[in-house]
T-cell receptor, first 114, second 116 residues
Framework: GQQLNQSPQSMFIQEGEDVSMNCTSS?????WLWYKQDPGEGPVLLIA?????ELTSNGRLTAQFGITRKDSFLNISASIPSDVGIYFC??????????????FGSGTQLTVLP | EAGVAQSPRYKIIEKRQSVAFWCNPI?????LYWYQQILGQGPKLLIQ????????DSQLPKDRFSAERLKGVDSTLKIQPAKLEDSAVYLC??????????????FGAGTRLSVL
């Protein structure tokens, strides 16, 4: 199956700083999804990207679908304490019967220091 | 709109015991997924249902794991017997559309299993 490499694995930043993380794939993706997981909760969708080169924002979050279709970036501007959590990239792969499963990256653990 | 409900939230068992998890998806969502998330990793798909049928269970360890969705709504995931390496968070997700296009999956809070 497809593999997603996500980096960095963890980040410690000061409140107010900007954050950038990325995800690369061994194969082409047609869609990129970015999820955030708070402690003790399930992942929540932040941004969905549907075509190469697309740049989409959701508040202080901005994500881009790489031109090669093998990578994606997530930026968070002016970080705040509630940004703490694990950020996952994910993409759908075709399995039996055209079912769309999601492959997840290993996550970026973000810690925001006051 | 109510989200994906899972229970229990936490479970501690000894190895070789049995355990079952329950999931109630978002109303109207035909597709239901069970994931295993080991600490420090992303979720890994175990099984995918479309209504009450299994779409893909290729990554389900069938010698000890089983899942069912008899009426096409609620689902249960069972482990029998449990091993130490089964300690993980078990996430249930549901989505509206199967097939073409992207299925946006909505996740429950998960069940954290500790096998001692």
């Amino acid at each position: 199956g497809q593999q997603l490499n996500q980096s960095p694995q963890s980040m410690f930043i000061q409140e107010g700083e900007d954050v950038s993380m990325n995800c690369t794939s061994s194969s082409i993706f047609n869609t990129w999804l970015w999820y955030k997981q708070d402690p003790g909760e399930g992942p929540v969708l932040l941004i969905a990207l549907y075509k190469a080169g697309e740049l989409t924002s959701n508040g202080r979050l901005t994500a881009q679908f790489g031109i090669t279709r093998k990578d994606s970036f997530l930026n968070i501007s002016a970080s705040i304490p509630s940004d703490v959590g694990i950020y996952f990239c994910a993409g759908p792969e075709i399995s039996s019967g055209s079912a769309r499963q999601l492959t997840f990256g290993s996550g970026t653990q973000l810690t925001v220091l006051p | 709109e109510a989200g994906v409900a899972q229970s229990p939230r936490y479970k501690i068992i000894e190895k070789r015991q049995s355990v079952a998890f329950w999931c109630n998806p978002i109303s109207g969502h035909a597709t239901l997924y069970w994931y295993q998330q080991i600490l420090g990793q992303g979720p890994k798909l175990l099984i995918q249902f479309q209504n009450n049928g299994v779409v893909d269970d290729s990554q389900l360890p069938k010698d000890r794991f089983s899942a069912e969705r008899l009426k096409g709504v609620d689902s249960t995931l069972k482990i029998q017997p449990a091993k130490l390496e089964d300690s993980a968070v078990y996430l249930c997700a549901s989505s509206l559309v199967l097939g073409q296009g992207v299925n946006i999956q909505y996740f429950g809070a998960g069940t954290r299993l500790s096998v001692l």
